[in-house]
């Protein structure tokens, strides 16, 4: 009886020896993670020309055998409230998929990096597009049609068909209206998105409102509208266009480049 306590008390005992070293592990595997997103994230700022610290994140466990080598699986960086030329404030993000370092695992501002694979936003938010559009109360959703959406695999919707709604003051229309617009890129460098509606929309879902025939095309135009100098992060020529919840997002993806950080800020 005796032995068996005695063997118990020692199996409790290397548990708990092993749980705490495990613990340890795990903690400081967690704490110098934490450390090199503050450190990236204040690079970036200092290298972007931000008013504050974006927000990243280091995927992937463990993460100190990521910084021996000197190689992120992959990097999240997401700044919002960025000053934006045209329309006030936008924000950026930038997703970096197996990143090679350089020198130091805690990438200064001054940092060259290549990326196997780069997925890089701009997001213009309703009220900020608004503004620009002169539809104060701009509301903008995905298309109606479920297929259409959420066709890319950070949840962005097609390009036709979203559902814009407001009050088209400059139209002479006092209520608000629902309508089809489609989205697409412009110009030589394709950095002006451009906004075309297509049709009123009415039922559910929609603000229901008719437009007389003779307003229509007032109507069409106002919700149209040309939006430049939207370059995206690290110079990612865009390749879809779509919404995501109320935003209008801009997504490019390309594969092996070799970036700065000064360039997650184009604009």
Known sequence: MGDNVGVRKLVIGISAVLTAVVVGAVGTDFGAAIFAEY????????????T???????????FIPQAMAEHYDEVEIKASGVDHP????????????????GDSWLVPPDATLSVEK??????????????????????????????????????ISAPRGLVFTGTPDKAGVTERVSVSVDLSMAGPDQTTLVFTATDVL?????????????????????FS??????????????????????????EGITDDRTIDLAGFRSS
């Not at 450190?39 to 931000?50: D, K, T």
């Not at 298309?143 to 066709?151: Q, R, S």
């Open 202 to 222: 009415t039922g559910p879902g929609t603000a229901d409102q008719d437009v007389a025939e003779d307003q229509l095309p007032a109507v069409l135009a106002a």
């Open 118 to 155: 780069l997925e890089s936003r701009i997001i213009i938010d309703s009220t900020h597009l608004g503004r620009f559009m002169g539809i104060t109360d701009l509301l903008v959703e995905a298309p109606t049609d479920e297929d259409a959406a959420k066709v890319t695999e950070s949840g």
């Open 39 to 50: 450190r990236l994230a204040r690079s970036v700022r200092s290298a972007a020309n931000l």
């Open 52 to 62: 504050s610290d974006p927000s990243v994140a280091i995927l992937g466990f463990p």
């Open 86 to 101: 045209v329309v006030g404030k936008a924000s950026l993000e930038a997703t970096l998929h197996s990143v090679e370092l």
């Open 225 to 250: 509208a040309g939006l430049p100098e939207q370059q995206l992060p690290f110079g990612v020529a865009p390749t879809h266009q779509g919404a995501r919840g109320s935003d209008v997002i801009i």
